[in-house]
Structure formats: structure tokens, C-alpha cells
Nanobody, 130 residues
């Protein structure tokens, strides 16, 4: 089982940048694809980005392409989400999650369905003012 803790959220103005971190404990972290999701008040949790266990394949939702970058450092058991050119509509609680399968399953393409992920962090708030 992988335990995840997000950090790096905050209050910024539109156009600013933030870098979120997802720190993991557990010996199997490097075998899991990791995803970032977000949930705005009154809305369902939605996919933002994901990365395969080896970092070779990335996936983004259309609304963040060209602005957000997901990366990972398996030596540090950490996944990052660099968020640039932030917009007020990016305001949400951001969660990271590890895929349910592990065992280096997702190598060709990372998962993106919420149900593909099992272990979740507690979330970090990102608020973007206009």
C-alpha cells in the first residue's frame, strides 16, 4: 500500500505559478502510475494529469495542456505538478493518487479514470484569484 501526501497549494493571482508535490511512503511507489485530480466546490472530482511508473508517458486533460507539467523522481518517491499560467477556473482541491494495479502495469500509457486509482492523498487547496 502506498501512502501519499500532497503539498504546495496556496492562494495566487491569475497568471502565477505553483508547484505541487506528492510525497509517497511505501516500497512499491516506483511501480505505480500516479495521477493528479482536482475537485472544485460543488463539482465532481476530475482528472488533471497522470504519469506512468517510469515517467515515459504522460497524459493531461485538455484544459491544462501547455500550462501544467507532471513529472516524477522515483529516487525521492515524489511526483510533481508544475502549474503555470494559472486561471481562476483552476481553483480546487488537488489530489494525487496511485494506480490500483502497481507492479509496473502502466508502462505504455497512464490511466486516467478515477476508478483506476486506489491510494489517495488528503488533498491540497489551490485558489487562483482574478
Amino acid at each position: 500500500q502506498v501512502q501519499l501526501v500532497e503539498s504546495g497549494g496556496g492562494l495566487v493571482q491569475a497568471g502565477a505559478s505553483l508547484r505541487l508535490s506528492c510525497a509517497a511512503s511505501g516500497r512499491t511507489f516506483s511501480s505505480h502510475a500516479i495521477g493528479w485530480f482536482r475537485q472544485a466546490t460543488g463539482k465532481e472530482r476530475e482528472f488533471v494529469a497522470a504519469i506512468t511508473w517510469n515517467g515515459a508517458r504522460l497524459n493531461y486533460t485538455d484544459s491544462v495542456k501547455g500550462r501544467f507539467t507532471i513529472s516524477r523522481d522515483n529516487a525521492k518517491n515524489t511526483v510533481y505538478l508544475q502549474m503555470d499560467s494559472l486561471k481562476p477556473e483552476d481553483t480546487a482541491v488537488y489530489y494525487c493518487a496511485a494506480d490500483r494495479r502497481g507492479f509496473y502495469y502502466y508502462a505504455i500509457a497512464p490511466p486516467y479514470m478515477l476508478t483506476d486509482f486506489g491510494s489517495w492523498g488528503q488533498g491540497t487547496q489551490v485558489t487562483v484569484g482574478s
